[in-house]
């Protein structure tokens, strides 16, 4: 591969550069998530605020409507939240054994994670797709809306799952070269 120095005097690759350009902008893609979670809680409180006043108060009358509308928005900001979590690492997962200190024990903790990841996101994309069209058939019982609204988010996460999943794995593979190379 052809190698670039840079102004700090590192010299990486062109492949190299390319991850870490992709890497941004995954980074920056996520913190528009985060920005849109921030709208999407802020949206679903008025719903729910609308639902405790008229339940407890009286001094509007109930609509149904709000339920479905919290629920819809409840469902995105769980899925947006889980897409941002696995960018973060902070995302479930269970540690049988104790954190490796080897490189390759390293890659293998967390490549078994960030694979099970990926497996996941995969059949969530894949099953997810007739899941959405399934949603498209289908209306809400008060608000008339398509369901393909909700159903539509199980594949978008699937595909997102996959995509900073098979990035992280990359990453830690490219982790596990850098400390080969140096000792």
């Known amino acids: 591969p052809v190698n670039t120095e840079l102004r700090c005097g590192v010299t990486v690759s062109h492949s190299e550069i390319g991850q ?4 941004r902008y995954l980074d920056t893609f996520c ?3 985060r920005i849109l979670l921030g709208v999407l809680m802020g949206a679903l409180a008025i719903p729910v605020a609308m639902q405790v006043i008229s339940r407890y108060t009286g001094l509007i009358p109930t609509f149904l409507w709000t339920e479905e509308l919290a629920t819809f ?7 947006i939240g889980s897409v941002v979590a696995v960018w973060d690492g902070t995302h479930f997962d269970v540690r049988i054994t104790r954190d ?6 390293r890659l293998l903790q967390d490549g078994v994670v960030h694979l099970g ?6 059949l969530f994309l894949f099953y997810g797709i007739e899941y959405a069209e399934f949603g498209g058939n289908q209306r809400s019982v008060m608000m008339r809306a398509n369901l393909m609204i909700t159903h539509i988010s199980v594949p978008v996460a ?3 799952w ?3 999943s098979g990035y992280r794995f990359c990453e830690a593979v490219a982790a596990f070269r850098n400390h080969e190379g140096t000792h």
């Open 31 to 33: 913190l528009g998530l």
């Open 20 to 23: 870490i350009m992709f890497g």
């Open 162 to 164: 996959l995509l900073m």
């Open 73 to 79: 928005l409840f469902i995105w900001i769980v899925m």
């Open 117 to 122: 990841i990926m497996v996941f996101g995969a």
């Open 158 to 160: 699937g595909g997102l």
């Open 100 to 105: 490796a200190i080897r490189p390759f024990t």
